[in-house]
Every structure is written in structure tokens, then in C-alpha cells.
């Protein structure tokens, strides 16, 4: 118990898992508590895919509902991450020095203490395709296309494989869904690890324009905070925002506090689609 629970905070952690006898790890942030507010459909004898997997929270989440098979994708080199301009040199050195230099660390932990049958396979979004990893029933898109540069093409690459359907469980600008409830619009913001910042009726539409019908949409929810934010000093700070450009710094703290109207939770504002591919 010891040897695991030093295991565990010696990693920096993106999901928050509970691993059972009282383990959790500190994540940034916390699916828990809003996990049943994505339009999950009937996963039993599914196969499925997550694509950013990460941790491997919606992995195992997945696998707990009943998958029979399920597959957690995402990148094991730091320098092929769709970086902004101005981070391509400092960003993978960033991600080094906070959460070391194996990839899929914390995923590998989780999976083998929760005694998980889920595969990591270690390919970018854009290089899927049926002969590579096959069809699945239910793809998980989650929290992924704010840093990608080409979110559409992505999209492209997802339907390629999809037998079943898409579960885009993504951030939204709250303010602007507000706003604006039928104009498809995004905010481009090239910093650190993240491109764009689309509204609701944007992210419908990019599924839309990518090849998917929507099927059920999801109430919103506000992806919390884990104590990762606090234990490892990830809450903006002043010095952070000056240098992010105050402008950026506003917008993040807007949607946060939005979003904690809408929901009742402290966190970026999401919602859950599920989609089809119609073509």
C-alpha cells in the first residue's frame, strides 16, 4: 500500500482515478462527479475507442460500463502534440520537467492496479485509420479538440473508423454559447497547449461540416478541478496571466466563473454529444 501510494504522488496526474482502498490520484481534474451528466449510450459487448486518453479516466469508464473491448489512444512523443508556434520549443521541455519523460506513465499504473483489460495504443488522431486500428462501436472524443490545430480534420479521421458512433465530450465557451445560441463560432488562442475555444452551436456544427448527424445532446457541466491544481501550484497566478496576455488570462477566468453559474461546479464549461457518422 505504501509502495503504491508513493507511486502515485511521485506522478503528475491529469484524471482524477480512484484505484480502490482509499487511493485517488491527485488529477488536474475530477470526471466524477459529472460522469453521468454525458449522454453515455448502452456500451455492453461495444468496442470502443478513446482518442486523448491520457490517464485513461473515459477508458476505464467506458470498460466499467460494459465494453467488451476498449482501445485508449493517444501520443507517446511530447514533440509530435499539436503545439502553438510560440511553444513549440519550450512546451515538450515543460511537459518533461512536470510529468517526466514516459508518456502514458499514469495510465499504465492505473490500468494495472484496477486489473484493466483496456489496450493503449500510441497513434496521432490524424494517422487513424481501419487498417490501423479497426472499426468501433463508440468513439470517445474527450476534452481534445481545443488542442488540436485541425479539430475538422480530426473529426474526418475518427469517422473513418466509427461503426457505431462519436461521444464528443468537449469544452465550450460558455459566454459566447450565451450569446450567440445559433452562430457557429470559436475563439483562436494559440497558447500554451490550446488552439481553439468554440461555442455550443460551433462544436454541433464542426460535427456537422466533419460528416456526423447528432443524435442526443447532453446537459452542460463544468469538468471540476482536482486537488492536482492546488498540490502541484497549476492555478493561474498572476504572473501567469500577465505573460499569457491579460486579454487571455480575463477569458479564462470568465468562463470559469460562468460556468460555475450555469453548473454549480468550478471548472471549464462542457457539454456532451453524441453523434453519428451521415455519410
Not at 505504501?2 to 485517488?24: P, Q, R
Not at 475530477?30 to 468496442?47: A, E, H, M
Not at 470502443?48 to 512523443?77: H, K, N, P, Y
Not at 502541484?232 to 453559474?261: E, Q, Y
Request: glycine content about 12%; hydrophobic content about 40%; aromatic content about 8%.
Amino acid at each position: 500500500m505504501d509502495d503504491l501510494l508513493e507511486k502515485v504522488n511521485s506522478h503528475t496526474w491529469y484524471h482524477t482515478i480512484d484505484l480502490g482502498d482509499g487511493i485517488v490520484t491527485p488529477g488536474f481534474y475530477d470526471y466524477r462527479p459529472v460522469v453521468d451528466k454525458i449522454p453515455w449510450p448502452d456500451l455492453r459487448g461495444k468496442r470502443c475507442l478513446d482518442v486523448g486518453t491520457f490517464d485513461g479516466f473515459l477508458a476505464f469508464e467506458m470498460e466499467r460500463r460494459g465494453a467488451a473491448e476498449v482501445v485508449a489512444l493517444d501520443i507517446d512523443d511530447y514533440e509530435t502534440l499539436d503545439w502553438p508556434a510560440r511553444m513549440r520549443e519550450s512546451g515538450p521541455k515543460a511537459l518533461i520537467e512536470k510529468a517526466g519523460t514516459e508518456r502514458g506513465k499514469g495510465f499504465k499504473l492505473a490500468k494495472e492496479v484496477l486489473g484493466s483489460n483496456v489496450q493503449r495504443v500510441a497513434c496521432n488522431v490524424y494517422d487513424l485509420s481501419p487498417e490501423r486500428v479497426g472499426f468501433f462501436d463508440l468513439i470517445v472524443c474527450g476534452s481534445i479538440l481545443t488542442h488540436l490545430r485541425d479539430p475538422i480534420r480530426a473529426l474526418e479521421r475518427m469517422r473513418e473508423v466509427c461503426a457505431g458512433q462519436l461521444l464528443a465530450t468537449e469544452g465550450v465557451d460558455p459566454w459566447l454559447s450565451i450569446r450567440h445560441p445559433r452562430r457557429a463560432l470559436f475563439e483562436l488562442r494559440g497558447v500554451q497547449d490550446q488552439w481553439f475555444q468554440m461555442n455550443r452551436f460551433g462544436l454541433l456544427r464542426a460535427l456537422e461540416v466533419a460528416g456526423y448527424e447528432v443524435v442526443t445532446e447532453g446537459k452542460r457541466y463544468a469538468l471540476e478541478m482536482g486537488a492536482g491544481f492546488g498540490a502541484r501550484g497549476i492555478i493561474p497566478t498572476m504572473k501567469r496571466v500577465r505573460r499569457a496576455g491579460w486579454r487571455v488570462g480575463g477569458i479564462a477566468l470568465r468562463r470559469v466563473m460562468l460556468a460555475k453559474l450555469l453548473t454549480g461546479h468550478v471548472g471549464p464549461g462542457h457539454i456532451g454529444v453524441l453523434a453519428r457518422p451521415d455519410m
